[in-house]
């Protein structure tokens, strides 16, 4: 008996290496959850709950462009965007949020994308890190 759950500790183990790179189903779930939190603290004021931003203040979430462009969501959210002004210099359009850990800008990808997107796309920490 004690041999059957040592091998069965082991099986499990070596399923969750395997995996390990992939997040499960559940995963992504949890990580799509945390993104609802974290938009709706840090991005709903100005996206709003539909996506489509302030009237022409702030920009669509509904871009597919934007969505599916992984580089892009991260550079955005890590740094903010700014806008050349006609009068010269330049215009945030949206702030940097980088105070915000890699797992939650992880999360919020993970959200707009499954929400707004043809796909969630799955973001890693290490991702971001390199990226800050």
Not at 57 to 64: E, G, I, T
Not at 95 to 121: C, H, M, Q, Y
């Amino acid at each position: 008996m004690h041999c059957m759950k040592h091998t069965l500790s082991i099986a499990t183990l070596l399923a969750t290496f395997s995996l390990g790179t992939v997040a499960s189903e559940q995963e992504t779930r949890h990580l799509i959850g945390l993104g609802a939190l974290t938009f709706a603290d840090n991005c709903m004021k100005c996206h709003k709950i539909d996506g489509y931003g302030e009237e022409a203040l702030y920009p669509s979430l509904r871009d597919p462009g934007l969505l599916a462009n992984k580089p892009l969501l991260i550079d955005t959210v890590l740094h903010g965007r700014s806008a050349p002004r006609r009068n010269g210099g330049e215009e945030d359009l949206m702030p940097a949020l980088e105070f915000l850990t890699d797992r939650e800008i992880s999360a919020i990808i993970a959200f707009i994308t499954n929400t707004w997107g043809d796909e969630v796309l799955l973001v890693s920490e290490e991702e971001i890190k390199a990226a800050r």
